[in-house]
């Protein structure tokens, strides 16, 4: 696919509003600020289908985009951002465990994992919530291009470190860059694999 024919389906902000699950899905789970949006932006050559932005917290709906005829992406509100209001950030914890517990189509989350941060304690939870689901799950390393390749090694590390010890974690890591073009290849040919 090259993202053409891509287009915005719906926000969510509760269960009852998820479109049919006819297509295969993929979601994109990260936390705030990680570059969610972005990467579905280059993965579809869109610079504006998923609003991207400097403020954390931008996206706070679960937004599903089509992108073939047989498949859906779709943008998760992020996590750990610390100045939301406490009642907010609850209510969206929930939907976000039930979506990712209970949607049959969903295929593979992507956790993204900021190259200069690597794995912290909020990402651990969504990882433990999709261990629990067994929903597969597979790490993308976003803002590679702000990180020099002598410097990733370290992230790198304690990513297969973290993951080993989760048993729905897929094994390959796929480093992008949404900025430079880096993984988006890749990761476009890993979502079109799935079935
Ligand atoms: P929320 O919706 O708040 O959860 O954030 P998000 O994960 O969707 O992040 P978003 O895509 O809005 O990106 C946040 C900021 O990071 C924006 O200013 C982006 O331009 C920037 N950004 C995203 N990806 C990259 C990248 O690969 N390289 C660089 N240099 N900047 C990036
Ligand atoms: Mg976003």
Redo the contacts with the bound molecule.
Sequence with gaps: FDGSNSEFLKGVVAMDGLPAGDRIEVC?A?????????????LTNRSRL???????????EINFFTLTESHYLV?????G?ANAPLAVVEKWQRLLKRYLSGRANLRRAFV?IDTRHGIKDVDEEIMSLMDSSALTFQVVM?????VKEKDREKTFKQVREKLSKHPAAFPEIVL?????GDGIATLRSIIAGLE
């Design positions: 994109f990260g936390r705030s600020n990680v570059g969610k949006s972005t990467l579905i932006n280059a998923a609003r991207a932005s400097n403020t954390p917290g931008r996206t706070q943008d998760l509100p992020g996590y951002y993204l976003t803002k590679a291009d702000k992008t860059s949404s900025e430079k």
